[in-house]
């Protein structure tokens, strides 16, 4: 699986929207690009995942450039839950595949 | 609800004394997986199971055991703990193919 590159941490105001980016040059063309976040010590939580196309659901977008090297995700109103250390994970769809988590981001969201 | 869950969530124990963290999960999913998290080292994956009685190792699976007899349960053993197994466990279940993982609230074991 290609390797990722994220800011070690980020900060955010309250109900601003939060971008959080994600290097992957070296991403092959089956594989897609996962988002996931971690509360402290809390189980990660899956957001959103993408191959090509702008992905949105109730929680985030996930932005993914033409050449596929870099993806941003974006939490549109962030709040203070939102504080959490995200990961961007690039894996192939197919299989089972071992989620391989890197560093991540340490956003924090304040008032 | 849909949900992975964990038992016990915190462990203390002692070395050599056997132990089994038990996983169960109520969405019919084929693939489970272990997970152990260490501080700078992030989540590192101990075993995984793509179906009932198929079961393979992940990048840190010495000193452990796993079984998967039913669809919804993956119980992790612990045959004779070690101090350096200390650390907080995740358990993680999804469908075949690229569907995200649900994960477990954890598991804080600690071995003295």
């Known amino acids: 699986d290609a390797k990722t590159t994220q800011p070690p941490s980020m900060d955010c105001a309250e109900g601003r929207a939060a971008n959080l980016p994600c290097n992957h040059s070296?991403?092959?063309?089956?594989?897609?690009v996962y988002w996931y976040r971690q509360i402290h010590s809390q189980g990660p939580q899956y957001i959103i995942h993408g191959l090509k196309n702008n992905e949105t659901n109730e929680m985030a977008s996930l932005i993914i450039t033409e050449d596929r090297k870099s993806s941003t995700l974006i939490l549109p109103h962030a709040t203070l839950r939102d504080t959490a250390v995200y990961y961007c994970i690039v894996r192939s769809f197919s299989g089972y595949s071992t989620l391989t988590f890197g560093k991540g981001t340490m956003l924090l969201v304040s008032p | 609800e849909a949900q992975v869950t964990q038992n016990p969530r915190y462990l203390i124990t002692v070395t050599g004394k056997k132990l089994t963290v038990t996983c169960s999960q109520n969405m019919n999913h084929e693939y489970m997986s272990w997970y152990r998290q260490d501080p700078g080292l992030g989540l590192r994956q101990i075993y995984y199971s793509m179906n009932v009685e198929v079961t393979d190792k992940g990048d840190v699976p010495e000193g452990y055991k796993v079984s998967r007899k039913e669809k919804r349960n993956f119980p992790l053993i612990l045959e004779s703990p070690s101090p350096n197994q200390t650390s907080l466990y995740f358990c993680a279940s999804s469908l075949p193919g690229g569907s995200g993982q649900f994960f477990g609230p954890g598991t804080r074991l600690t071995v003295l």
């Open positions: 070296t991403i092959s063309g089956n594989e897609y």
